[in-house]
Nanobody
Framework: QVQVVESGGGLVQAGGSLRLSCTAS????????MNWYRQAPGKQRELVAS???????NYADSVKGRFTISRDNAKNAVGLQMNSLKPEDTAVYYC???????????????WGQGTQVTVSS
């Protein structure tokens, strides 16, 4: 069994910063990638940023230059530093991880419960 838990959401004024954290725990053989998604009211969930086990990162165009994803492989953790926040960044942010749970190749994408980020204008 695997658990993914996020923390760090909140309310911030436009131009401010927040840092989200996420940790995976449980029956983990290896983590392929860790990802941040967000879903705003009435919109589809979108990928914000991802980082693989080698440290390669990928960002949505809308957050490039403002958000930074970082990963601590030893702690099975990922962070998302969000700077220069805009009202349009308001959403529920979800952490996910592609995790192998055994050497046999059993894998799945595990999700956290989400954390609310609200940016006021």
């Amino acid at each position: 069994q695997v658990q993914v838990v996020e923390s760090g959401g909140g309310l911030v004024q436009a131009g401010g910063s927040l840092r989200l954290s996420c940790t995976a725990s449980g029956s983990i053989f290896t983590i392929v990638s860790m990802n941040w998604y967000r879903q705003a009211p009435g919109k589809q969930r979108e990928l914000v940023a991802s980082v693989n086990s080698g440290g390669a990162t990928n960002y949505a165009d809308s957050v490039k230059g403002r958000f930074t994803i970082s990963r601590d492989n030893a702690k099975n953790a990922v962070g998302l530093q969000m700077n220069s926040l805009k009202p349009e960044d308001t959403a529920v942010y979800y952490c996910s991880a592609y995790i192998y749970t055994s050497a046999r190749g059993d894998w799945n994408e595990y999700w956290g419960q989400g954390t609310q980020v609200t940016v006021s204008s």
